[in-house]
């Protein structure tokens, strides 16, 4: 047994599984159980995740080998917290993890192992830290567990059965087997063991099979849905995860007062992250399409009612305007942060309509944004436009650091730019080529959302 953290160092080679190092069960810290949670966040944000845990948490979270993983101990007296956190997608508690599982060499032999690991494990000590934080989190289902785990065969006597599910996320090129497999035969030793029904859609339970490479984790989880969708009713094309937004903020570290921009915004999913999150800062969320402004103040009013429902009265410091981007009403150098996520050019905009726009949208934004203390955080995946576009700016705005992430499937770079304190037109560049587009590439792609 170990408490807080130091699971990882701990790797039992006599267990009762030949083939694989087990980190051991939840510990009893004082009164309080200690588990571990598992949690899915944006790819590349991993280290944000991981700062925002101890802040909000105090405890160190390890970053997971398989990318936009994190896993940290917590007591069940903390176990709410865990909800609140603003950088996860999915939140799970692990059962059973193998840092380096030796999978057999044929299908058959492997499946089989499967199916003997699951009665083995300890799921009643799991349950019961869970169960332990009943109020905190969701427990109809991890009720039903603890009746379960307590003595399977009782589980037989309830008139109305459990139902569960087996998801199995995996990867890597060297198993033998297919997610589906492992799931099915994994999913039905579960079911033996507990006498539960399967039911892949309307499941009390879930219970993940995460294998990547080598590492397998056994987890049950404790979100019903990826808790990115907590902000956004009205959705458009390319409506932005609000756990990137949040480490989109915490990348340009809003202070009191700043006013954040966001010319591009879509359906506002970052401005409104972060007038709910950063919410001493204000923000002003601005498109060219009226179905995006739309969106944005349905959002917006979605979000004002829900909170008003739930007695909060102060309304959200964001407002909407529908403007042209390169050229926006707004004073010059009365910005203190501009933050946006910029069309890619696939299923929004073109690539070649990229050549004119990321320049003269970063002219734009040089002139709005405060020198020498401004900032600016732009999520694209047009890589190439955007650092040509960037290094034609020449003193107007320095790179400072680049966080890649997956963005449903697609490679792009979240790029925190300082605006120096160059003075507008006094570059040799920015003189050149004030307005002017970058060499024209790309493929042309009309497939800008209808307005
Ligand atoms: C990738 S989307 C932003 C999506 C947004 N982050 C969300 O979560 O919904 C880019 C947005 O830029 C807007 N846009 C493109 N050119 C613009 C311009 N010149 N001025 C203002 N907005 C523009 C598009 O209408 C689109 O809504």
Known sequence: MSCHGDRDADHDQETTEPSASFTDSPAVCEDHISVTIGATVPTGFEVTAAEEVKEKIGVDARISKDRGRIYFPVTTDKLFQVHLLRSVDNLFVVVAEYNHY???????????????????????????????????????NTSDMAKCTQNPEDSAL????????????????????????????????????????????????????????????????????????????????????????????????????????????????????????????????????????NRTVNNICHIQKRRADKGNASGLPIDTVRWDLCNLPIRTSSVDIIIADMPFGKRMGSKKRNWDLYPSCLREMARVCRPGSGKAVLLTQDKKCFAKAVSRMGGLWRKVHTVWVNVGGLHAGVYLLKRTGAALGQTPEDLQDSRGSLNKQGDEKEDQEPS
């Open 158 to 293: 309830e008139t109305k059965p459990i139902k569960f599910r087996v998801t199995c996320n995996r990867a890597g090129d060297k198993h033998s087997f297919s997610s589906n497999e492992a799931a099915r035969d994994f999913g039905g030793a579960v079911q033996e063991f507990f006498q539960w029904k399967a039911d892949m859609t309307k499941f009390d339970i879930e219970v993940l099979l995460n294998i990547h490479n080598e590492e397998v984790v056994i987890g049950i989880a404790l979100t019903e849905e990826s808790l990115h969708r907590r902000n956004i009713s009205h959705f458009g094309p390319t409506t932005l995860r609000s756990t990137l937004c949040y480490g989109m903020l915490r990348l340009c570290k809003p202070q009191a007062s700043d006013v954040i921009l966001d010319p591009m915004c879509g359906t506002g999913a970052i401005p409104l992250e972060g007038a709910i999150e950063f919410s001493s800062s204000f923000y002003i969320a601005g498109d060219n399409n009226d179905m995006a402004v």
């Open 102 to 140: 030796q999978f057999k060499e044929s299908k058959e032999e492997t499946l089989m192992e499967l199916q003997q690991l699951a009665p083995t494990l300890p799921w009643q000590e799991v349950d019961q830290a869970v169960v332990a934080a009943e109020g905190q989190t969701k427990t109809e």
